[in-house]
T-cell receptor, first 114, second 112 residues
């Protein structure tokens, strides 16, 4: 069965600093990979996704992620954190055919310090 | 824009009550999903449906049932609510041929 590991349930960065949120998956077949963001008291919003093609994926709000098959990783980065980036971030994988059910990581809460 | 709406943002129920959570999507999506979200556990799939009247169990279906009588509507039913079902419930929808899921705002359920 697939699983997703997000290292660090809480991450704090200073405003303007690099954001790095880690995600590793376990799958013998490269799955589809996603990052979602959840702002307080809201549902999940898609940040970016990898399906096929270019391994560096750009998303909304200046975020990007790189699919590294050899490391089974899909880490999320942003060069310069903004106060509005404070939220919870979820990495997810899905199967590549059929029902596209997701397996989610446990989430990383990002705090941005002024 | 895809819109997924959930019938309530906050709900308080008593132990033993029957609880209905409703989800409606306006994009004619075939797939619909119910998740529960708990701190430290992320989102876990309760049930999903890939067509009207079709359903499949997710990872944690115990204590829940679902109904999909119309394509746009997917209901989650707690037959007899218990305190351990206090949680945030999120609905999502997606096209059969697409991998992206679109989420509603969530219902925060408190069972006393």
């Amino acid at each position: 069965a697939q699983s997703v590991t997000q290292l660090g349930s809480h991450v704090s960065v200073s405003e303007g600093a690099l954001v790095l949120l880690r995600c590793n998956y376990s799958s013998s077949v490269p799955p589809y990979l996603f990052w979602y963001v959840q702002y307080p008291n809201q549902g999940l919003q898609l940040l970016l996704k990898y399906t096929t093609g270019a391994t560096l994926v750009k998303g909304i709000n200046g975020f990007e992620a790189e699919f590294k098959k050899s490391e089974t990783s899909f880490h999320l980065t942003k060069p310069s954190a903004h106060m509005s980036d404070a939220a919870e971030y979820f990495c997810a994988v899905s199967d590549i055919a059929g029902t596209y059910k997701y397996i989610f990581g446990t989430g990383t809460r990002l705090k941005v310090l002024a | 824009d895809v819109k997924v709406t959930q019938s309530s943002r906050y709900l308080v129920k008593r132990t033993g009550e029957k609880v209905f959570l409703e989800c409606v999507q306006d994009m004619d999506h075939e797939n619909m999903f119910w998740y529960r979200q708990d701190p430290g556990l992320g989102l876990r799939l309760i049930y999903f449906s890939y067509d009207v009247k079709m359903k499949e169990k997710g990872d944690i279906p115990e204590g829940y049932s679902v109904s999909r009588e119309k394509k746009e509507r997917f209901s989650l039913i707690l037959e007899s609510a218990s305190t351990n079902q206090t949680s945030m419930y999120l609905c999502a929808s997606g096209e059969a041929s697409q991998e992206t899921q679109y989420f509603g705002p969530g219902t925060r359920l408190l069972v006393l």
